[in-house]
């Protein structure tokens, strides 16, 4: 949202910018690996403070950045820290929880993610117009240190005891099942609504703000479904709610794929709702299921596999909008991108989710029939 002020303000051409995210992107991706190993060897508390406290400094210096070239550096120092804080936060969420309550944990994480990756651009949108686009950077300094603080006071230091591990072979199949489902998530999430807003604001004449906030009932279903994703994967284990999830996000999809719906009234918002639902169920089966399959002491290299996976989705859903962007804006290119979203969803989430953890019951359902 910002990039445009970017150019302006540091005299540069916009098609120059695009280094200011592929530079984040770039050194969030080569250390969530490593960060992963860190966290499982020092903690996800202390890893989580060392990537915040990083992830505040390139923010401040980027909003001091004078040249392009100082702005891209200070973005390479914040997508160290948030290449730490993304594994660390997710193994963070679940370290004072037993297995079968990891579900209600996440919910809230996954309420938090979902809700951010689509109101960030919505923010970033009004301080850029209201502040001016070092706002973005300067915001982020107190966020980044309330979020440290929360952390030093909340997060235990001591995890849960740890837990009986699976087999390897059976690990490495749930691992990579949720990974999958986790990418794809990402990929129509972002895809999708990448692809929207451009088609609001070029073709539906909307502004940057107006076809952000044209969105913004998503984000808020997306954090309405997965503290309820949660509830369910306590009770019932990760395939449930994962199924469902893909149902109904393909069942809106199917319907915004009808040529000639219109897409930029108060009729769109109706298929919206079980998108933005089905997606918001995502976030929790797919974590737990990865989590609960491994032993806690390698929670963090999982949780930096989870994490490589909705950045690869994330990647792919941007670079196919692009493709198909490139070929116009116009209503059957959104019409036609719905529809191979929700091909996806049902040919490769749904047999996907089928692998995630057990058929029926959880782990809470088995911790009750031992006992």
């Known amino acids: 949202m910002a990039l445009p002020s970017v150019a302006h303000g ?27 190993e860190l966290v499982d060897r020092f903690g996800a508390r202390r890893l989580a403070l060392l990537g915040l406290g990083l992830f505040a400094l390139g923010a401040g210096l980027g909003a001091l950045a004078s040249s392009i070239g100082a702005l891209v550096g200070t973005r390479v120092v914040q997508g160290v820290g948030a290449g730490l804080v993304s594994p660390a936060a997710l193994a963070g969420a679940v370290s004072g929880f037993p297995p079968e309550r990891r579900g ?13 990756n689509l109101v960030g651009p919505l923010l970033g949108g009004l301080l850029t117009v209201w502040l001016g686009w070092r706002a ?17 006071r909340q997060m235990p230091r001591v995890l849960h005891g740890q837990e009986a591990g699976l087999r390897e072979s059976r690990v490495s199949r749930v691992v990579i099942a949720a990974t999958l489902v ?24 909307y502004s940057a703000l107006g076809a952000a906030g044209a969105l913004v009932i998503v984000a808020l279903l997306v954090g309405v479904a997965a503290p309820l994703a949660g509830r369910l994967v306590d009770e019932h284990g990760e395939r449930l709610p994962a199924v469902l999830g893909f149902v109904l996000a393909a069942g809106g999809l199917a319907v915004l794929a009808i040529p000639g719906l219109p897409l930029a009234s108060a009729v769109t918002i109706v298929p919206l709702i079980p ?29 930096a596999i989870l994490s490589v996976g909705r950045l690869l989705g994330a990647g792919a859903g941007a670079g196919i909008a692009g493709l198909l962007l490139a070929g116009g804006t116009d209503a059957a290119t959104v019409h036609g991108a719905m529809l191979l979203a929700c091909i996806l969803c ?26």
């Open 10 to 36: 540091l005299k540069v051409s916009s098609a120059s910018t695009a280094v200011v995210l592929s530079a984040y992107f770039g050194a969030y991706a080569l250390v969530l690996l490593p960060g992963g």
């Open 275 to 303: 998108v933005g639902l089905g997606l918001g169920m995502l976030f929790v089966p797919t974590s737990r299921a990865a989590l609960n399959a491994t032993p806690l002491a390698s929670h963090g290299r999982t949780s």
């Open 136 to 152: 973005d950077w300067w915001a982020l300094v107190p966020l980044a240190l309330i979020a440290a603080l929360a952390i030093a």
């Open 346 to 371: 049902v040919v490769v989430g749904i047999p996907a989710s089928l692998r995630l953890g057990a058929p029926s019951g959880g782990i809470a359902s088995r911790a009750r029939a031992s006992t």
């Open 182 to 205: 986790a990418a794809l998530t990402f990929a129509v999430m972002i895809g999708c609504f990448y692809l929207a807003e451009q088609y609001l604001q070029r073709e539906a004449g």
């Open 104 to 116: 209600s944990a996440l919910g809230i994480w996954g309420a938090s993610a979902g809700i951010s």
